[in-house]
């Protein structure tokens, strides 16, 4: 059974940090590429980071570039995602997605809230 668990949610002030995790389990996670979305209320899911299957490469919505920072551990079979200089615009659900061929899995969602 294919299991994807963020942590790491939380409320947190505007210029403050955040580390999201997402531990995989049921997945030959090395084979996959992972990937954080959000969804604010109201609005749309949107992609925030991508990193390769090994690593490599990582790409970023142009409202995170240069806050936010997608990594792995592939032996750990996980992902994460730090997040620097908060915003209140960044409060949202952010969900964890493995994608490899035309598999695609799904976190449950941690909350991210970011206020005064």
């Known amino acids: 059974q294919v299991q994807l668990v963020e942590s790491g949610g939380g409320l947190v002030q505007p210029g403050g940090s955040l580390r999201l995790s997402c531990a995989a389990s049921g997945v030959t996670f090395r084979f996959y590429a992972m990937s954080w979305y959000r969804q604010a209320p109201g609005k749309e899911r949107e992609l925030v980071a991508t990193i390769t299957s090994g690593g490599g490469t990582t790409t970023y919505a142009d409202s995170v570039k240069g806050r936010f920072t997608i990594s792995r551990d592939n032996a750990k079979n996980t992902v994460y995602l730090q997040m620097n200089s908060l915003k209140p615009e960044d409060t949202a659900v952010y969900y964890c997605?493995?994608?490899?061929?035309?598999?695609?899995?799904w976190g449950q969602g941690t909350q991210v809230t970011v206020s005064s």
């Open positions: 997605n493995a994608k490899w061929r035309i598999a695609t899995h």
